[in-house]
């Protein structure tokens, strides 16, 4: 089975700076020779896996963290009561140690005492249960290093199995990615704009004029093609269990549409939903469809009804040139702006098309296995 399940989404946000570049402007790329808005895949994956905590439980999510030995500790802590507080972190530090972490004192003051691993490491609740189970057994020692690797490397999260893991030290522990998502770009150029704003002190006196602080603001509005694909046996191979599979298929599905990156967000309240959704199960590799795109759209009256036409017209082009015709499509949209994708799958609502994803997931690895 080579099956994947592609996602297409059209979605507009208004005047808004969802995802800033170290100068604090909106991020950007060049494609098709024109200037576009762009959020970044990484910005979009942690707003994915924000979402993730309102309709999943804490055993089916991670935490990816430098404060490791904080969280070991804690759950050290609660299956023993009665340990100090140092016999317990030492339990932890044993712990992690014997995975292969090397830690580090904090490096500023507003940090804990604790130490930390010398970079971001995604662990599962559960790995980080099942570790804190291993330490209070085997005491200060550690446990059996192949033990504790063991415990490190089973009962992946859902967050971790589609995005992956890196350990930089032991590559046989890293974790592939089941789920790849690209950059969001707008369909359109866009210009970037500086919003020059004022604050007036509340307590300044009355015949006092003048502004106590000024600035700017920059942003843009755009309307963003966002696409991602999960590849569903590598998903099934990083889980090792087919529900749990399809659960984490139909946890993306609504995560994925309906997540928003948090950036400047109480500034310019640019919490919109998607405008059009594509999903297309394929049986062989995954297709992104920005080739829609590579001529800027343009328009008289917005951009939305344009770039739903662009993409349907591709996506049949692609599919008459390549064939490769998707085994089962859906098509969520709002009113009569993205009709002409009606022609791309089956017309649906986000609820009936996460419970379809996750059926035809389910029906494919019952038919491969």
């Known amino acids: 089975m080579t099956l994947h399940i592609d996602y297409h989404i059209l979605q507009t946000v208004p005047p808004s700076n969802l995802n800033r570049d170290d100068t604090g402007s909106p991020k950007t790329a060049v494609y098709g020779g024109v200037r576009r808005a762009r959020v970044s895949s990484q910005a979009w994956k942690r707003a994915i896996r924000r979402d993730f905590t309102s309709h999943l439980n804490r055993d ?99 967050d971790v199995a589609l995005f992956g893991r890196m350990v930089a030290n032991d590559a046989d522990m890293n974790v592939d990615a089941a789920c790849q998502v690209a950059h969001a770009i707008s369909t359109h150029a866009v210009t970037t704009e500086f919003d020059y704003y004022t604050a007036v002190d509340d307590e300044a006196p009355g015949d006092e004029t003048g502004a106590g602080m000024i600035g700017t603001i920059e942003f843009n509005s755009a309307t963003l093609y966002r696409y991602a694909t999960i590849n569903v046996p590598s998903l099934q191979a990083n889980l090792g269990d087919s529900e749990a599979t399809a659960r984490a298929v139909e946890a ?79 098509v969520v949209g709002v009113g009569a702006r993205s009709e002409a994708l009606s022609e791309l799958g089956e017309k649906t609502t986000l609820d009936a098309l996460v419970d379809a994803v996750g059926a035809q997931v389910r029906s494919s690895i019952s038919e491969a296995g």
């Open 60 to 158: 089916q999510l991670g935490v990816r963290t430098k404060r490791a030995l904080e969280l070991l500790t804690a759950r050290i802590e609660t299956l023993v009561p009665e340990v100090d507080p140092a016999t317990a972190a030492a339990m932890a530090t044993a712990t992690l140690k014997k995975i292969g972490f090397n830690l580090k004192p904090k490096r500023n003051a507003k940090e804990s005492d604790a130490e930390q691993t010398e970079y971001l490491v995604f662990f599962s609740n559960q790995q980080l249960d099942r570790l804190a189970a291993l330490a209070v057994e085997a005491g200060e020692a550690g446990p059996d290093a192949r033990a504790a690797k063991a415990a490190f490397d089973e009962k992946h999260s859902i």
């Open 252 to 330: 993306f599905t609504r995560s994925f549409i309906s997540s928003m990156p948090t950036g400047k967000q109480n500034t310019f309240a640019n919490g919109t939903l998607p405008d059009a959704v594509v999903v297309m199960v394929r049986d062989g590799r995954p297709v992104n469809l920005v080739g829609a795109f590579e001529d800027a759209v343009t328009g008289d009256g917005g951009h939305v009804v344009a770039s739903c036409r662009a993409l349907a017209s591709y996506a049949k082009d692609v599919e008459e040139s390549f064939g490769g015709t998707p085994a089962a499509s859906w």
